[in-house]
């Protein structure tokens, strides 16, 4: 078994009501070292067998179209993470 | 500057709702490759300056008690996004 790991963040233009809140809270709570975050969203599709080249563009595709969208967020990462299971 | 990464996923024996829905839509629009799909979080913490170890600890700690909920969120990494900007 295989994974396809994909990655999505809001667009640096965009708004990020929830990393704000996180930014906020960081300090108030002693953990001083950060001076902005932002928060998107990780996906894993699990695969039978290999991911083959064929099923890693299937992965760009579904991200681009399907995991994001494309108007407020950009797909940062398609990358395989290989295990055992 | 530099960003600390943590990932954040639901726990495998927690249901994921999000994760279901984007499973069962991905074979709907002829993507056939996945067996299953899970949705987690990704933060992006900005530092100024290097990410010494202790920031990483830092990030560490903020990763396990304020991005993830310890109940039903495991961290799946903490690492360090080196770039210029």
Redesign the interface.
Known sequence: MAR?IV???PKPEILDPQ?KA?AG??PR?G??????????????????GEVTE??LE??R??AA???SNPVIEEVVSVHVLEESA
Do not use: D, H
Request: charged fraction near 25%; charge should be negative; aromatic fraction near 8%.
């Open positions: 396809v990655e999505v963040m990393g996180v809270a960081l709570l953990f001083t070292a950060f001076t902005s975050v932002r928060q998107g969203r990780r996906f894993e599709l699990e695969v039978e064929e099923i299937q992965a595709t579904a179209e399907v995991l």
